[in-house]
């Protein structure tokens, strides 16, 4: 398959190994921000290829696992409201609230719809208008753009009965907060299709002022082999920049288009993350311009605050300080099938891919 | 929590971990016997002085129609499959319709027709059936049931049971994986991907037939719901044996491989309805491998792994370059990820 089997080649693969164990000899810890590359380091069994000096961790960039169980359990007083519908993408649907998942209202009876895209919630507004759709809004820069596209096209095609329960969150401010707070790494592995949207300028901080180095690495295994050697050159060199790996995707500038729509549409906020708490101008809010179209504004649901399940380390986990191993849950009392914490719904979960890639 | 204060998730269909744990939790508790209790696709019956194979299974796939064919051709591919890979030859079939308030004949007509051809093609008798009309929105559109039974040679009686499996076996499979689960998702879904994956959906009694009558075959098992991951972690289970898959050597189609990177989802957990899993010694199955080759449903057939002494009662797959991972079971429904 073009753009997949040549950056999976093992003559390729093995040859970065080595040349990243001829040339790396500091100690140095990797943070890998994004999900999708925490499941293809362990898809394809990266870790064990990588010198010892070289250790890579998980960081907290996994939408579903990230979104707070406030959030869900929101979602779910929602989709009581008679005559609501509430559209969201699968993965969310069996990640627990504080007492049940979405999964288990829709068996008790609530209208709850898988959608492939936001576009997808507007096309069922459209075809059911005796009653309210509420489509779940979460992701980082990859999908709140199409979220803010839909908004934009349900206002100019007047739609009234399609709303948005925003959770969008952004990268920088929660990659930062986790240098301020004392985690130990020397370097980014940075996401590719947040940085896609987005361009590198949200990383120039974290070089200039924090001295980490920041790679934006592609999704297959020759781009984040090539991402540790980038990032071992620049701390061996001791010069920590942003630099990208994953040039046939992300230009530096990001996609303007999007950008602009992002901006029209949402206002950063403060915003709650599961496990690690309230992160200033993490989230995206839904404008004043566009207020008929949030959920939060159009309908008022009393939900309590939620506490956290007792056991889960997710947040560690979400940190980089704690792997799923040093859980005592994870595996037993949490799996797939029954999971407790975030990180074990998602197929991209921390600890989700830990479980299906475990020896 | 406790079982009364559960309700039903449609993950328990899905024929992965959850629906395992529902059929021990409420049926086996309730009505398990001796021959249930092997939870085989097909009950083994000694009746008089012969051998039965006996199954059943209900369809309620959705669309009724997609690319590689319709729910009466599956109903009839289904039930055949699950005799055929007892080792057994089917016979007869029965087939139930519960049909919608408002169905229209002309779809009724064109489902039948297909399961008659395929009845027809397959050489099982349709012998008995009923009907049944519900007010609408009450079921979806059709659903269909159909049981079968087929007759078994004393010498395929052990197949299903997976008695002497030893390191070394291989594990064949006749072509692509995951055809037929992704086929129908593309038709259901919205996705509008321009590909032509098409259901292997398909009755493989003669082919079968052809193999068991000339080589030893040590078990065998059709990857339908939960795919050939749920199926080798049975039979690891089962025989606490080690089963290691070589994911270079899986076939899978071009479109399925490029739906799966898209959607998240994994070619080895996704369901087949012409696919068979054979075991065999490896001198045997290096045969088996060439006579599958020549049947048209098996042009594609290919070793996927081995049995071996290592990590009993695992699957583990080894990848292109040179990774292992731990193969599980499907957990409930396969749920596309978000980015």
């Not at chain 2, 000339?214 to 050939?228: A, E, I, Q, S």
Request: hydrophobic share 40%; with cysteine.
């Amino acid at each position: 398959m073009k753009f997949v089997d040549e950056y999976r080649k093992k003559d390729l693969i093995l040859s970065v190994a080595e040349n990243l164990r001829a040339i790396s000899r500091k100690e140095i810890i990797l943070m890998e921000v994004c999900g999708g590359h925490t499941m293809a380091i362990h898809r394809f069994g990266l870790a064990s290829l990588l010198p010892s000096n070289i250790r890579l961790i998980s960081g907290p960039g996994c939408p579903v696992c990230v979104s707070s169980q406030l959030f869900i359990d929101k979602a779910m007083a929602y989709s009581k409201i008679p005559g609501t519908i509430i559209t969201t993408y699968g993965d969310l649907i069996r990640v627990p609230g504080s007492s049940t998942s979405l999964e288990k209202e829709r068996a008790a009876g609530s209208d709850i719809r898988i959608v492939y895209s936001a576009l997808e919630s507007l096309e069922i507004a459209r075809g059911n208008p005796e009653k309210n759709v509420i489509f779940l809004g979460i992701g980082f820069e990859t999908t709140a753009p199409a979220t803010a596209a839909t908004i934009i096209k349900a206002k100019k095609e007047k739609i009234s009965n399609f709303f948005v329960l925003s959770a969008h969150k952004v990268m920088p401010p929660v990659m930062k907060a986790l240098v301020e707070e004392g985690v130990k790494i020397n370097g980014f592995i940075a996401p590719g299709h947040v940085t896609a949207i987005t361009g590198t300028s949200i990383y120039n901080d974290l070089a200039s002022v924090y001295g980490l180095g920041v790679v934006v690495s592609g999704f297959e295994p020759a781009d984040l082999m090539q991402a540790v050697l980038m990032l071992a050159i620049q701390m061996e060199s001791g010069t920590p920049k942003v630099e990208i790996q994953y040039q046939r995707v992300v230009h530096y500038k990001g996609n303007i288009i999007a950008q602009q729509l992002l901006d029209e549409v949402f206002v950063h906020s403060d915003d709650s993350w599961r496990g690690l708490g309230m992160i200033p101008d993490s989230g995206l809010k839904i404008r004043e311009n566009f207020s008929s179209f949030d959920a939060e504004k159009q309908f008022t649901v009393n939900v309590p605050e939620s506490v956290e399940p007792k056991g889960c380390i997710c947040g560690q986990i979400l940190r980089g300080i704690k792997t799923p191993e040093d859980c005592t849950l994870f595996a037993k009392k949490c799996s797939p099938s029954h999971p407790v914490g975030a990180c074990m719904v998602s197929a991209e979960g921390t600890c989700a891919t830990y479980y299906k890639y475990r020896s | 929590m406790k079982l009364k204060e559960r309700n039903i998730l449609l993950g328990h269909g899905s024929g992965g971990r959850m629906m395992h744990e529902l059929i021990s939790d409420v049926f086996i508790k309730h009505f398990g016997n001796e021959i249930l209790n092997e939870q085989s696709d097909s009950a083994i019956l000694s009746v008089g002085s012969s051998e039965i194979s006996f199954t059943t299974d209900s369809f309620v796939i959705d669309p009724l129609f997609f690319p590689g064919g319709n729910i009466g051709k599956l109903a009839v591919c289904g039930t055949v499959n699950d005799i055929a890979v007892s080792g057994a030859e089917p016979l007869y079939l029965s087939v139930s319709f519960i049909i919608e308030e408002g169905f229209p004949f002309n779809q009724l007509e064109l489902i039948a027709e297909s399961l008659a051809s395929e009845a027809k093609k397959a050489g099982i008798l349709i012998v008995t059936g009923d009907t049944k009309v519900v007010n609408k929105g009450k079921c979806d559109k059709l659903f269909i049931n159909t049981a079968g039974i087929g007759r078994l040679k004393m010498k395929n009686r052990y197949i299903s049971k997976a008695l002497n499996l030893r390191e070394g076996d291989v594990i064949i499979i006749n072509g692509n994986i995951g055809d037929h689960g992704l086929a129908v998702m593309n038709a259901r879904e919205s996705f509008n991907f321009k590909t032509l994956v098409e259901s292997d959906c398909a009755s493989l009694n003669h082919m079968i037939k052809e193999v068991l009558d000339k080589y030893p075959v040590k078990f065998m098992r059709d990857p339908t719901r939960g795919g050939v991951a749920t199926v080798m972690n049975e039979l690891a289970s089962k025989t606490n044996l080690g089963i290691e898959l070589s994911e270079s050597d899986l076939p899978v189609n071009k479109g399925v491989k490029a739906m799966c990177e898209i959607l998240g989802f994994d070619p080895l957990h996704i369901a087949n309805e012409g696919k068979v899993l054979i075991v065999a010694e490896e001198k045997e199955g290096l045969k088996i491998l060439d006579l599958l080759k020549k049947n048209i449903l098996g042009k594609k057939s290919a070793i996927i792994g081995r049995i071996v002494n290592e990590h009993p009662g695992k699957v583990v797959l080894r990848n292109e370059t040179g990774g292992r991972r731990i193969v599980d079971s499907l957990t409930g429904d396969q749920l596309p990820r978000i980015c």
